[in-house]
């Protein structure tokens, strides 16, 4: 479920890709979506924050994890302070890869 945003994103460019206007369509379909990403990217945020109230997590995991979400955060409060659609489908999926990588990382330190 929490890929399903990005997936939907992925057939919008390539369908959008067939079409005239594609990068129309393309932007569409992310400002579109994009509250989905935030929501699974906050879900996935969600499971790691509970996973360092165990105090296995390593500081750098930390770290990492929460410079993506400060990323995401501002995109997803508001969409304008990016360039394009195209750089916050970018950030999005940046910060959704780098919370699973940390989420993952928490749980092998167990």
Known sequence: M??????????????GG?????????????ADNLPTACAAITTADAAFQTVIATGTVGKSTMEKET???AAI????A??????????????????????IKALNEAHSAK
Do not use: E, W
């Open 73 to 76: 955060n501002a995109i997803c």
């Open 2 to 15: 929490r890929l399903s945003a990005f997936a939907a994103l992925g057939v919008a460019m390539v369908a």
């Open 78 to 99: 508001d969409p304008t302070t990016v360039s394009s659609p195209a750089a916050a489908l970018q950030t999005a999926a940046q910060a959704y890869v780098a919370v």
């Open 18 to 30: 067939c079409a005239a206007d594609s990068t129309t369509s393309i932007d569409a379909a992310i």
């Open 67 to 69: 410079v993506a979400m």
